[in-house]
């Protein structure tokens, strides 16, 4: 190395280079490596930045397993399927679905709209634990009955603006599928005769609140469908009054300005309309785990002044509080 380096100085500066990254530097491990604990550091030289992306497969974590919950087939009612969802939140982790399970299944981590606004096209973004996908098979879906099966005939593999289509696919793989509207985050798809449903994706509570309205009639439907398809890919949530079927206004609840901003924006260069935002003075939300009963017998008993209930999409009870001092001064009551 000595003689392809011409310079003496230069060759005692590698030196003194190389031996402070041999103190400073802790030896390789794996293991801690796979946990973040530590970072890798890799030295090469310009002519051997090919070897990078072979040291990337060989140092890279393979597919894990995810623990899942076998699918009560039973189909169930509005009521029954908000009371399905509140238990999701509660994290039935079940058994491990290793990735050499021989069955396809995945789960739904992202959905997006527009992604080419010629075509109004939308998209699942699902990561898959087990078994392998195939071009055109057919699988079930966690939130629909056990005889509804979707085809995935038209899986794509996204990197930037480029798409490239799928024939198949394996574990640790992430494939973007059509969305019917059918699918939301936190799915699970899958085949076989036994079906899966992973634990959700827990969402962060909102401490933005604001009504959003439509200031040009004409445009409902295209303001309508913006915004179902922006909540369906959880850019925000949104509430609306207790017993309001839709037609009330509708709050959207964020956990910061920005997401507003986001949803006004691709409402107007996607769909074309213009929005208004109403602000509320509200910063948190909890939701009620004893039901709509708790939170009648909470306002009966006057604990529930200058606190707004609401309910979610799946028409749980929800309270805003101005200020964390009353969530808390209402937390305390035992009896609620």
């Known amino acids: 190395l000595k003689e392809l380096i011409a310079e003496d100085e230069l060759f005692e500066k590698l030196q003194e280079d190389s031996m402070i990254l041999e103190e400073l530097m802790p030896e390789l491990d794996m293991e801690s490596d796979c946990r973040r604990a530590i970072s890798s550091l890799l030295r090469i030289g310009n002519d051997q930045l090919w070897c990078v992306l072979d040291k990337f497969c060989e140092m890279g974590v ?42 396809f299944s995945g789960f739904i981590f ?7 606004p010629k075509h109004r096209d939308r998209l699942a973004y699902v990561r898959i634990v087990s078994g392998k996908y ?17 085809s995935l005939a038209q899986a794509q593999a996204l990197f930037g603006n480029d798409r490239d289509a799928v024939t198949e696919a394996f574990p640790g793989d992430v494939i973007g599928i059509n969305n019917p509207g059918n699918f939301a985050i936190g799915d699970t798809l899958y085949s076989g005769k036994e079906g899966l449903a992973y634990p959700g994706i ?5 401490e933005k609140f604001a009504y959003i309205r439509n200031p040009n009639p004409s445009t409902y439907k295209a303001f309508q469908k913006g915004l179902d398809q922006l909540l369906d890919e959880g850019a925000v949530q949104c509430l609306r009054q207790r017993n309001d079927e839709g037609g009330g206004p509708l709050m959207l609840a964020a956990v910061g300005q920005l997401q507003f901003e986001v949803v006004q924006a691709r409402l107007e260069n996607e769909y074309g309309v213009e929005s ?4 509320l003075t509200y910063t948190l939300a909890r939701w009620v785990d004893g039901g709509w009963d708790a939170v009648d017998k909470a306002d009966a008993d006057g604990k529930l002044f200058g606190i707004m209930i609401v309910q979610d999409r799946w028409k749980r009870p929800v309270l805003l509080f101005r200020n964390d001092w009353k969530a808390a001064s209402l937390a305390q009551e035992e009896k609620y």
């Open 202 to 206: 827990p969402s962060f509570s909102p």
């Open 110 to 116: 992202k959905t997006q709209a527009n992604l080419d």
């Open 134 to 150: 195939e071009k055109g098979m057919k699988v079930g879906h966690s939130r629909s009955k056990p005889s509804k099966k979707y």
């Open 62 to 103: 393979k597919p894990v397993g995810r623990k899942a919950v076998k699918k009560d087939d039973k189909p169930k009612g509005k009521k029954a399927a908000a009371a399905a969802a509140e238990e999701e939140e509660e994290v039935d982790e079940g058994e491990l679905v290793p990735p050499e399970f021989g069955e």
């Open 276 to 279: 208004q935002l109403e602000p």
